[in-house]
C-alpha cells in the first residue's frame, strides 16, 4: 500500500505561482511513477503531469506544458509540482497518485492522496 499526502495549495492571483508537495510512503516507490492530477467542479479528473522515481522521464498535459513542472526528492519521497503564469482555469482540486507505469488515465493509478485545492482568481 502506498500513502499520499498533498499540501500547498492556496490562491493566488492570475500569473502567479504556487507549488504543491506530495510526500509519498508506505510503497517501494522505485517502481512506480508519480502523477498529478486535477478535477475542477463539474468536470472530470484530467492528467496534468507525471514522473519516474527513478527515472528521468516526465509527461505534461498540453495545457500546462512551460508552465508547470514536475520534480521529486528521492531522498524525502516527494513529489512537486511548481506550477507558474497560473490561469483562472487552473482552479481545481489537484491529486497526487502513484501507479506502475507512466500514463495519461485515471484508471492507471492506484493510489491517491486527498487532494489540494488551487483557486487561481483573476
Known amino acids: 500500500q502506498a500513502q499520499l499526502v498533498e499540501s500547498g495549495g492556496g490562491l493566488v492571483q492570475a500569473g502567479g505561482s504556487l507549488k504543491l508537495s506530495c510526500a509519498a510512503s508506505?510503497?517501494?516507490?522505485?517502481?512506480?511513477?508519480m502523477a498529478w492530477f486535477r478535477q475542477a467542479p463539474g468536470k472530470e479528473r484530467e492528467f496534468v503531469a507525471c514522473?519516474?522515481?527513478?527515472?528521468?522521464?516526465?509527461y505534461y498535459a498540453d495545457s500546462v506544458k512551460g508552465r508547470f513542472t514536475i520534480s521529486k526528492d528521492n531522498a524525502k519521497n516527494t513529489v512537486y509540482l511548481q506550477m507558474n503564469g497560473l490561469k483562472p482555469e487552473d482552479t481545481a482540486v489537484y491529486y497526487c497518485?502513484?501507479?506502475?507505469?507512466?500514463?495519461?488515465?485515471?484508471?492507471?493509478?492506484?493510489?491517491w492522496g486527498q487532494g489540494t485545492q488551487v483557486t487561481v482568481s483573476s
Open positions: 497518485a502513484t501507479g506502475p507505469r507512466p500514463a495519461t488515465e485515471v484508471a492507471a493509478y492506484d493510489y
Open positions: 508506505g510503497r517501494t516507490l522505485r517502481s512506480y511513477f
Open positions: 514522473i519516474g522515481w527513478i527515472s528521468i522521464i516526465t
